[in-house]
């Protein structure tokens, strides 16, 4: 719930210690001036190239609306169940050995989630057709996945670019 409440509130906290998840909301709250959602992939559907997301922490200001519940694997403290309505969204992950790599996709929520067998917010997107899924079992860069609302990819990877080079 505190870190819920820290992006919220624009102080970027990531959790379970991913520096690069963090790093890459960094990088979004400084480039796109957005919020964005630290997820585990649940489940990754190759046939539909489609994936869950799920996470006990997310800024009520990303949701529609939620409720205030234990957290998911300890049953201990509060966690927020967001829901999130279907929209646009990009996803990404950076990683490797010094922040170089990239994974990029943009989808689209196409409904959120309440399975009691996952972490509390659950959405299910599917890829747009030029993005791959299995990539993400294929080449993985880490597991959280930074989900923001709206499609970004086409300027996230030029900037990464830039950045590279630097």
């Known amino acids: ?8 509130d624009g102080i970027i906290a ?35 190239n489609s ?15 939620y409720i205030i519940r234990s957290h998911f694997e300890t049953g201990l403290g509060v966690a927020i169940q967001g829901e999130m309505k279907p929209q646009n ?4 992950r950076i990683g490797g050995e010094k922040l170089d ?18 972490c509390r917010t659950q959405v299910k997107i599917k890829l747009s057709d030029n993005y791959d899924v299995g990539n ?15 499609h970004h990819a086409y300027h996230l990877s030029k900037w990464h670019k830039m950045m590279i080079r630097s």
Do not use: Q, Y
């Open 89 to 92: 969204i990009t996803l990404l």
């Open 136 to 150: 993400l079992l294929k080449t993985p860069l880490g597991n959280h996945i930074i989900l923001i609302k709206g």
């Open 51 to 65: 994936l869950w997301l799920a996470h006990c922490t997310i800024a009520p200001c990303m949701v529609d609306n």
């Open 14 to 48: 990531g959790c379970e210690g991913d520096i690069p998840s963090t790093l890459a909301m960094l990088w979004v709250k400084l480039l796109l001036n957005k919020n964005s959602w630290m997820a585990n992939p649940a489940e990754i559907i190759i046939k539909e």
């Open 1 to 8: 719930f505190a870190l819920a409440k820290l992006n919220d």
């Open 101 to 118: 790599k990239l994974w990029l996709a943009e989808g689209r929520i196409t409904r959120p989630g309440f399975s009691e067998f996952r």
